[in-house]
């Protein structure tokens, strides 16, 4: 399995609150990906990172913002958390996604509730 | 834009049952396809893929053929175990359109396979 912890597993926050979520990687793959995961919509794109402060948007990125200041971690916060952040959330990595060998790999996920 | 669309579970099999999968795309390019599998509590696993017009992807019992004239990608399997139960997303990604890898999913379907 890919190297792939993510922190925490679950939490539950209140409404208004700043939320951070880590992906910590042992693999040394340059591509890492945020997804949520909720009913009726699989998984959706949050926000990307292509190398080390090298980040950008992805489908539903409004609400979140992202760091990358290492390889290994890829970061996720929740400036203020609103309940329509309720969701499982995906990392997940690539070394080469322009190559259909290395596909993605993912993460066990996060389940987060915003109250 | 890209788009996946998979049938609506679940899907509720005896055990030895046959199984199948409708996965339909859109694409501007030429995309490569994947299904991932969800068990539960965990993340996804790449189950198949396939990156070109006529491939069959396969793995664990379960094929899918990359149909281009139809835009599909179903998944079927000939006789499914109670081990299977999970969930199902159909993927694709194109590289002749993004570089980084980006995964469209369709929704999911939930395969519940009794004894």
């Known amino acids: 399995d890919a190297g792939i912890t993510q922190s925490p597993r679950h939490k539950v926050t209140e409404t208004g609150t700043p939320v951070t979520l880590r992906c910590h990687q042992t693999?040394?793959?340059?591509?890492m990906y945020w997804y949520r995961q909720d009913p009726g919509h699989g998984l959706r794109l949050i926000h990307y990172s292509y190398g080390v402060k090298d980040t950008d948007k992805g489908e539903v990125s409004d609400g979140y913002s992202v760091s990358r200041s290492k390889t290994e971690d890829f970061l996720l916060t929740l400036e203020s958390a609103t309940s329509s952040q309720t969701s499982v959330y995906f990392c997940a990595i690539s070394e080469s996604p322009g190559k259909p060998n290395q596909p993605q790999h993912f993460g066990d996920g996060t389940r987060l509730s915003i109250l | 834009g890209d788009s996946v669309t998979q049938m609506e579970g679940p899907v509720t099999l005896s055990e030895e049952a046959f199984l199948t999968i409708n996965c339909t795309y859109t694409a501007t390019g030429y995309p490569s396809l994947f299904w991932y599998v969800q068990y539960p509590g965990e993340g996804l696993q790449l189950l198949l893929k396939a990156t070109k017009a006529d491939d069959k992807g396969s793995n664990k019992g379960f094929e899918a053929t990359y149909r281009k004239e139809t835009t599909s990608f179903h998944l079927e399997k000939g006789s499914v175990q109670v081990s299977d139960s999970a969930v199902y997303f159909c993927?694709?990604?194109?590289?002749?359109?993004?570089?980084?890898?980006?995964?469209?999913f369709g929704a999911g379907t939930q395969v519940v396979v009794t004894p």
């Open positions: 693999e040394n793959h340059r591509y």
């Open positions: 993927a694709l990604s194109d590289p002749t359109t993004d570089s980084w890898g980006k995964l469209q």
